[in-house]
């Protein structure tokens, strides 16, 4: 297992699987059991989910290679240095001497595919799920990561319910300080991030559920993270631009990132892409 040094001088280690045309998944493999299986599954997530993409993309004959991004972050978070450069910089690192390579990522992660994709020709296709690629909510989602950076620094109290998927409120807020600012600091990187100036020369799928529009409550400063409505919005346009573009039926955001979901999407695209 390769260990690769990241831009704040700290370590991952990062796994390959399979044979193929290689893709970059900046996900974890590891199958978590037990009591926090059962919370995650409560909230709505799948315990498994990498190691589920990751065996059934190699198994569909792909070079998978993987490495935990997020979860590294929270252990070793970069709270001043978390930038979109800097995001860019350790996905390169991730792919090491992998000389070309398709990227898969969902949420904020495929936001920094699209940064990966502006800051090397080694590409040879972007997945984004569950984040547009037009109409990003970047305003709306330093809102949530400023109200997240507060909370970390006056913790609220424990709810009392059981966890509501898709409900922020439900669930207790252990995150510490560095692991939210340096969420911040990615978000301030992209205030004035051109969208309608990318130009990109790749295949590209961008997909969401159809219903993966998030409304945050009082606590998060009511904010609107709005996923779905400008795929659905900018449709067209992104596909003139040589986008595909797919949206889940009857699907939010917790819902469109499952495994049973993605690779029937991305196994088809990637074979046809690539």
Known sequence: ??????????TIDVQVRG???????????????????ETMRAWGADPHLGHTLATGLAEAGFRVITADYEGHRNRHPAPLTLTADTVAADLLSLAGAEPRFAYYGYS???????????????????VMGGYPPLGGPYAA???VTRAAHRMALD?????????????????AFTQTPDQTRQFVTLYESLQNFDER????????????GEDDNIQYGPAWDNAY???AEPLKEHGAELEKKGWEVRLVPEADHLVAMQAATVLPLLIPWLRSSL
């Open 225 to 227: 993270v709005a996923l």
């Open 155 to 171: 913790p609220p109290p424990p709810p009392t319910g059981d966890a509501v998927p898709g409900d922020w409120d439900s669930v």
């Open 108 to 126: 904020w992660l495929a936001l920094c595919g699209l940064q990966l994709a502006l800051r090397t020709d080694r590409l040879t296709a972007l």
């Open 197 to 208: 100036g990318v130009r990109l020369d790749l295949p590209r799928l961008a997909f969401a």
């Open 141 to 143: 989602m330093l809102a």
């Open 19 to 37: 044979s193929g045309p290689a893709i970059l998944l900046p996900v974890s493999t590891a199958i978590v059991e037990g009591e926090q299986a």
């Open 1 to 10: 297992m390769p260990t690769v040094r990241l831009h704040d001088d700290s």
